[in-house]
């Protein structure tokens, strides 16, 4: 029977060629190719035992696979908050694949650096104080988690447990949030916390962002110690800021931990400064962001970041001989949930070095004017009502009195299209359709295709 292993696979220069082959035909196709296929399905397959060769591979990929993905990556995809991944961060995304460091204990290549200096370089893009530290996640979720987990481990510290030795069992915690992003909510079950645990703290009238008057109350009445209050900067659907001054000011009178989920609305910093809505955020005890979002670096790419280094140390480091480290420096898999990481700081190292500040805020830019654009002539048109004033770069709108179908359907088929593609949510108890600007191809003629859509849905 033929063996086959990788030795026999193909040389780099014939992977380097089929890849640019592929390349060409993605490039083709992005603008024409559906946004979103919901029609997709992968035929039955049995797993073979004689050996396939890569140029099966290669054939059943481009007859079967590429066909029926989306062009998600492309300039029209709205939906969630969805990055594209910008040529340079591709390109050194390729690379990471091709030199596949383990970003572990470090001290066996320079891999560790370049995550530390790009999680410092974020600090800086941000204009937050040089005391933040943290490490590359797979996304905003585990960075959440992080944020969920750290804060375990710190309210713990204060009541004499080390939760990550001995467990929660014997922890008393409260948990304050008023509009917590999903993954959060995921977050404080994975860590023990409880997805039902939270006290839930008024918004403020029209908007998600929290009652601090009612955070205020709850904090003063909550007689039990450990803390922990979760805020946001922006809420996903209302992109609403939390005043996070004063939750800032009210957590240090109250000893209490505050995370704040900035996954995407730290990005408005970069526009306003730090006095714009992100302002307080620097005085958070730790912070969730997410890479693959609005910088357009490739999944799966978040950074958590925290003021207490140490803390997320406990949570994070376990003891084994054969993980020592030589490392001068907190290695990465003690500071995070994998031990074995990929070296995902490159695409975010590339992506800085290569657009400075002022290439990423003018991206931002370019995605907020177009959410302004598509919001402007919602505001104008007869078929179809702004449910909130554009507030960044997600669009929050329903179909109004004189649209011949309602919001439901207007999505569904503005969707069908396989034209654009944009995300149900909930706006004050009603259906509303979200519309997300986070991707560096879309160009304002996107935005035009869109708005015609709409127009002619609503006719
Ligand atoms: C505010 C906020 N937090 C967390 C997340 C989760 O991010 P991810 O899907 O990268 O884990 C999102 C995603 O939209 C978000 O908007």
């Not at 510290?157 to 917590?180: H, M, N, S, W």
Request: net charge negative; charged share 20%; hydrophobic share 40%.
């Amino acid at each position: 029977m033929q063996s086959f292993t990788p030795r026999q696979l193909p040389t780099y220069e014939h992977l380097l060629a089929a890849l640019e082959q592929e390349c060409q035909a993605f490039r083709e196709s992005i603008d024409t190719r559906r946004v979103s296929n919901s029609a997709s399905s992968l035929q039955p397959r049995e797993l073979t035992e004689q050996p396939g060769g890569f140029e099966i591979f290669r054939q059943v990929f481009s007859t079967e696979i590429a066909p029926q993905l989306s062009a998600s990556n492309g300039g029209r995809y709205w939906g969630f908050v969805t990055g594209g991944a910008n040529p340079v961060a591709t390109y050194a995304d390729w690379l990471v694949t091709l030199y596949n460091q383990n970003v572990s204990k470090g001290g066996d290549s320079v891999a560790s650096q370049v995550e530390r200096q790009a999680i410092k370089w974020i600090t800086e893009l941000f204009e937050l104080p040089a005391v933040f530290e943290g490490v590359m996640t797979t996304g905003a979720t585990a960075a959440n988690v992080l944020g969920a987990m750290t804060a375990r481990q710190e309210i713990g510290r204060k009541q004499g447990i080390d939760v990550a030795k001995v467990g929660c069992k014997e922890l008393e915690y409260t948990v304050f949030a008023a509009t917590p992003h999903a993954s959060m909510v995921k977050a404080l079950g994975l860590a023990g916390l409880g997805q039902e645990s939270w006290v839930q703290v008024a918004c403020e009238p029209n908007s998600e962002a929290m009652d601090t008057t009612e955070l205020a109350r709850k904090l003063a009445d909550c007689r039990g110690p450990g803390k922990i209050v979760i805020a946001s900067a922006a809420t996903v659907t209302g992109t609403d800021y939390d005043d996070l001054v004063r939750v800032a000011q009210l957590c240090r009178q109250h000893q209490a931990w505050l995370h704040v989920d900035g996954a995407f609305g730290i990005f408005e910093r970069l526009l306003a400064g730090p006095q714009g809505k992100t302002q307080g955020i620097e005085l958070a005890d730790s912070i969730t962001l997410d890479c693959h979002k609005w910088l357009n670096v490739p999944y799966d790419c978040g950074i958590f970041l925290t003021r207490h280094p140490s803390t997320l140390f406990a949570t994070c480091n376990v003891d084994a001989p054969y993980l020592a480290n030589s490392d001068a420096e907190r290695p990465f898999m003690s500071l995070g949930i994998e031990n074995s990481r990929r070296f995902r700081a490159l695409p975010v190292w590339a992506t800085l070095l290569a657009y400075g500040k002022q290439g990423i805020r003018a991206q931002i830019q370019r995605n907020v004017d177009q959410a302004n654009a598509l919001a402007n002539w919602i505001n104008l048109s007869d078929g179809y009502e702004l449910n909130k004033a554009c507030e960044l770069n997600v669009v929050v709108f329903c179909a109004s009195g004189n649209n011949k179908l309602d919001t439901q359907a207007v999505l569904a088929q503005l969707n069908e299209s396989g034209q654009v593609f944009m995300t149900p949510g909930i706006w004050q108890g009603k259906a509303v359709i979200r519309c997300a600007f986070s991707n560096w191809r879309t160009e304002m003629e996107d935005v035009e295709l869109a708005i015609a859509a709409l127009a002619r849905l609503a006719s």
